[in-house]
């Protein structure tokens, strides 16, 4: 049985910084990835990373301001956010997929945490 547990998300200034973790037990899988959803909005893609190619990928409104990462003798994936913008409010979800599926896409993850709130203060 999978299970999944977010932390680090709460209250920022804008400019400051959060890093969110997520802690995967159950399974390994090739691609862990971030997504947000902000209030009123649908949720979207935020950064991803594959096992295999070791290749990360970014939204590009994240792009040089937050990194992902991944300690796989942990089966953690973070995501540090810097220079955060109000822009940046929302739920953030963790995810996980055992192949290659198109990283950005809802559907092809298997399992999803229930999610951190980020709240960026202008």
């Known amino acids: 049985q999978v299970h999944m547990a977010e932390s680090g998300g709460g209250s920022e200034q804008a400019g400051g910084s959060l890093r969110l973790s997520c802690a995967v037990s159950?399974?390994?899988?090739?691609?862990m990835a971030w997504f947000r959803q902000a209030p009123g909005k649908e949720r979207e893609f935020v950064a991803a990373?594959?096992?295999?190619?070791?290749?990360?990928y970014y939204a590009d409104s994240v792009k040089g301001r937050f990194t992902v990462s991944r300690d796989n003798a942990k089966n953690t994936v973070y995501l540090q956010m810097n220079n955060l913008i109000p822009e940046d409010t929302a739920v953030y979800y963790c995810?996980?997929?055992?192949?290659?599926?198109?990283?950005?896409?809802?559907?092809?993850?298997?399992?999803w945490g229930p999610g951190t709130q980020v709240t960026v203060s202008s």
């Open positions: 995810a996980v997929q055992v192949g290659s599926k198109h990283y950005w896409y809802i559907s092809s993850y298997e399992y």
């Open positions: 990373t594959r096992r295999s190619s070791g290749t990360r």
């Open positions: 159950g399974g390994t899988f090739n691609t």
